[in-house]
């Protein structure tokens, strides 16, 4: 039987990241921006009708992206030595599926944030500005404070060197 402070240590949330209000509000400003400034070039000097449509689509797709990033106001990202995973419920890494954390400058990472390599590729999912993992990716941050997103990234590093010396100790 396990120890009950065991189970409490495992579960137990060690990071936890929110979207940042302002730079939440500066990304919605941006889209939403493009979007009228789209739509007014397709309507102030109508190009020919073809051009016409492919302008009000770009801008229907600007709409789309800004109302998808309006909805993680009020998402959390948490880490526990178990997972990483959001408030909505969706996990998003198995710590044991990672394989590395990628926090360089000049990484393919989003603003802010970190990249994890896993050793399998989960599926694809993007919730805008604050996670997305493609194939065998998972970027985390976008419009999350600094401060926040490095801590985590730190805290998952340590936990992949924690397990990789536990492994080294078992062999």
Same mark, same amino acid.
């Given at each position: 039987m396990t120890d009950p402070v065991d189970l409490e240590e495992e579960t137990r949330i060690l990071a936890e990241v929110h979207p940042a209000p302002a730079r939440l509000?500066?990304?919605?400003?941006?889209?939403?921006a493009l979007a009228l400034l789209v739509l007014y070039l397709a309507f102030a000097h109508p190009p020919e009708l073809v051009f016409q449509i492919v302008l009000i689509v770009i801008a229907l797709g600007f709409i789309y992206l800004a109302?998808?990033?309006? %909805?993680?106001?009020?998402?959390?990202?948490?880490?526990? %030595?178990?997972r990483l995973w959001d408030s909505k419920g969706r996990e998003i890494a198995k710590?044991?599926?990672?394989?590395?954390?990628? %926090?360089?400058?000049?990484?393919?990472?989003p603003s802010n944030?970190?990249?994890?390599?896993?050793?399998?590729?989960?599926?694809r999912v993007w919730v805008p500005g604050l996670w997305w993992r493609l194939g065998r990716s998972i970027g985390v941050g976008g419009v999350t404070p600094a401060g926040a997103t490095k801590f985590m990234g730190e805290m998952i590093a340590t936990l992949l060197n924690e397990r990789d010396i536990q492994r080294a100790n078992e062999d």
């Open positions: 509000a500066f990304s919605l400003f941006v889209q939403y109302e998808q990033g309006r %909805r993680v106001k009020g998402m959390v990202i948490y880490l526990s %030595r178990q710590l044991d599926q990672i394989k590395s954390v990628d %926090r360089g400058a000049l990484a393919f990472k944030g970190f990249l994890l390599r896993l050793d399998s590729a989960p599926g």
